[in-house]
């Protein structure tokens, strides 16, 4: 099938795969720009900083459009999507998949590290009249979804590169029957989640780049350079 496809065309990596059947595919998309993401226009330091929740910018709308033109063209099909409860990675999912058949399941695991004021979440009892888009989605009764369901804002090196999080996050998918899942998220978890002897420092998404992993039974992430698609530009 597709995902064994993949499987072969990733061999050259240099790692045995014996035991893929118990692994998963993942293909991690980060959201299209936020009005907090650096740009020309100096008023992203107000939403970084100052503003709760940000959304997407035009850029960034017209970002996740191509990137699901492009998702489209290629034939890729995902068994399950995973996304953030952050608005921006709640606007990019949708745009990305909510016109599909794929099940969607909200995840706070994903959400960025907590470390300005962009990374603050809306609160569970709001964020459905906030983001109607995504009412109908999995994962609304899940154990970790407070009301308070993103972490506490600091700049503890904890929270900049949140291991503990990332490896509860691995334990999560692994457990998942769905072999090939979207994930939806952030640079900095992303990056964190992505570091380990292939690419020690992890891998920085661009925004809306998508980018393919392996996640072993072992719980080791190895890119898939072959499948992997780069930012858009």
């Known amino acids: ?29 980060r959201h299209g720009q936020g009005k907090h993401n650096p740009r020309i226009d100096l008023r992203f330091l107000y939403h970084l900083t100052m503003v709760r929740d940000p959304e997407l910018t035009a850029l960034g709308v017209q970002q996740a459009q191509t990137r699901a033109a492009r ?22 999912c949708h745009l990305l998949f909510g016109s599909g058949t794929a099940p969607i399941r909200l995840c706070p695991l994903l959400t960025e590290r ?26 609304w009764d899940d154990v970790g979804f407070e009301e308070q369901w993103w972490p506490t804002r600091t700049l503890s090196q904890a929270e900049y590169w949140p291991l503990a999080r990332v490896q509860r996050l691995k334990d999560w998918l692994l457990t998942r029957p769905e072999r090939s899942l979207a994930l939806v998220g952030h640079k900095g978890l992303m990056q964190c989640l992505t570091a380990g002897a292939d690419l020690p420092n992890g891998h920085r998404l661009g925004n809306c780049e998508a980018f393919w992993v392996r996640l072993h039974a072992d719980g080791r992430v190895s890119p898939l350079y072959a499948t992997s698609a780069h930012a858009l530009s």
């Open 1 to 29: 099938g597709w995902l064994d496809s993949q499987i072969q065309r990733a061999g050259g990596l240099g790692r045995s795969m014996e035991s893929e059947e118990d692994g998963k595919l993942l293909c991690l998309i």
């Open 71 to 92: 998702l489209r063209a290629e034939g890729h099909t995902f068994d399950a999507i995973v996304v953030s409860p952050l608005s921006r990675a709640i606007q990019t």
């Open 114 to 139: 907590c470390c300005s004021g962009a990374d603050v979440g809306t609160p569970k009892s709001e964020l459905r009249d906030r983001r109607p888009e995504c009412s109908a989605w999995d994962g």
